[in-house]
């Protein structure tokens, strides 16, 4: 199985400040037939399911701000909310799509310092 | 709009089988992938299964073969079966859909609201 990893577990960021997740895997996603990371980003609000965020690393789904921002490649890769509201405190987790077993990341918890 | 809503009993019995269906609306279940997310409470998420509506399954070795999914096409549905369940089957189950499996794009762009399936005597 691909194993994910993120860091930190969670973070404290003030209004309107950049914060910044990790998520490691433990091979390599990207194809290289297609240059493409398997990796996607959600979001999860108490009592909601996952809403997805980005997509292939770095494409943005519809509808969701352009505060967020997906990158990396390989093995390692970044979300990043540039500025952050009150609506964005929630659970973030990656996941890969590179192979079955589908495998989630622990999850880091955003919150508002 | 995609709908999808989860159903089944909340209250399974060590040993028994958990049984969950998946209503889809607003899109046909035959032009898609279709999986199974779980997430014990407080923990993470974890894949269960796929389907793909001509039966293409696929499923987590972590729950060995206690997993059975299933798609009725007719009724715009799919299926979930885990036997011989154990208090660490206890979590929120979702129903997910794939969004472009036929290209490799095995993320999950709709889910339901989950179902909360609690394993005790």
């Known amino acids: 199985d691909i194993v994910m990893t993120q860091s930190p577990d969670s973070l404290a960021v003030s209004l309107g400040e950049r914060a910044t997740i990790n998520c490691k895997s433990s091979q390599s996603v990207l194809y290289s037939s297609n240059n493409k990371n398997y990796l996607a980003w959600y979001q999860q609000k108490p009592g909601q399911p996952p809403k997805l965020l980005i997509y292939w690393a770095s494409t943005r789904e519809s509808g969701v701000p352009d505060r967020f921002s997906g990158s990396g490649s390989g093995t390692d890769f970044t979300l990043t909310i540039s500025s952050l509201q009150a609506e964005d405190v929630a659970v973030y987790y990656c996941?890969?799509?590179?192979?079955?077993?589908?495998?989630f990341g622990p999850g880091t918890k955003v919150d508002i310092k | 709009q995609v709908q999808l809503q989860e159903s089944g009993p909340g209250l399974v019995k060590p040993s028994e089988t958990l049984s969950l269906t998946c209503t889809v609306s607003g899109v046909s279940i035959s032009s898609y992938y279709w999986s199974w997310i779980r997430q014990p409470p407080g923990k993470g998420l974890e894949w269960i299964a796929y389907?793909?509506?001509?039966?293409?399954?696929n499923h987590n070795p972590s729950l060995k073969s206690r997993v059975t999914i299933s798609v009725d096409s007719s009724k715009n549905q799919f299926s979930l079966k885990l036997s011989s369940v154990t208090a660490a089957d206890t979590a929120v189950y979702y129903c997910a859909r794939h969004r472009d499996g036929d290209f490799g794009g095995h993320f999950f762009d709709y889910w339901g609201q989950g179902t909360l399936v609690t394993v005790s005597s």
């Open positions: 996941q890969q799509y590179y192979t079955t077993p589908f495998t």
């Open positions: 389907i793909y509506y001509n039966g293409n399954t």
